[in-house]
């Protein structure tokens, strides 16, 4: 099973952008979902975005409109493009694919 790592976390503003990346340990096959979750500390963790191997994508009702998952198959890599950031945005947001394993995550805060 493909290991997915994630990076990009930082500290940004309200209202800021970043760009979150997930970069496969080896080849990414193109015909397999992505998956971006995040998980808020205190909170459950939450769907967000999903890469679908068909090319399509969908997101959660909390970041639709303000972030875009996209993929570059050559560079094995999705990735998870966040603007218009809230404080309700501050979390861990992990990669994966529906059958793969959680990863470390990479660390979201938004605040001023």
């Known amino acids: 099973q493909v290991q997915l790592v994630e990076s990009g976390g930082d500290l940004v503003q309200p209202g800021g952008s970043l760009r979150l990346s997930c970069a496969a340990s080896?080849?990414?096959?193109?015909?397999?979902?992505v998956v971006w979750y995040r998980q808020a500390q205190g909170k459950q963790r939450e769907w967000i975005a999903t890469?679908?191997?068909?090319?399509?994508?969908t997101y959660a009702t909390s970041v639709k409109g303000r972030f875009t998952i996209s993929r570059d198959n050559a560079k094995s890599t999705v990735y998870l493009q966040m603007t218009n950031l809230k404080p309700d945005d501050t979390a861990v947001y992990y990669c994966k694919t529906p059958a793969g394993d959680y990863g470390q995550g990479t660390q979201v805060t938004v605040s001023s």
């Open positions: 080896g080849s990414l096959n193109p015909t397999y979902s």
């Open positions: 890469s679908l191997g068909n090319g399509g994508t």
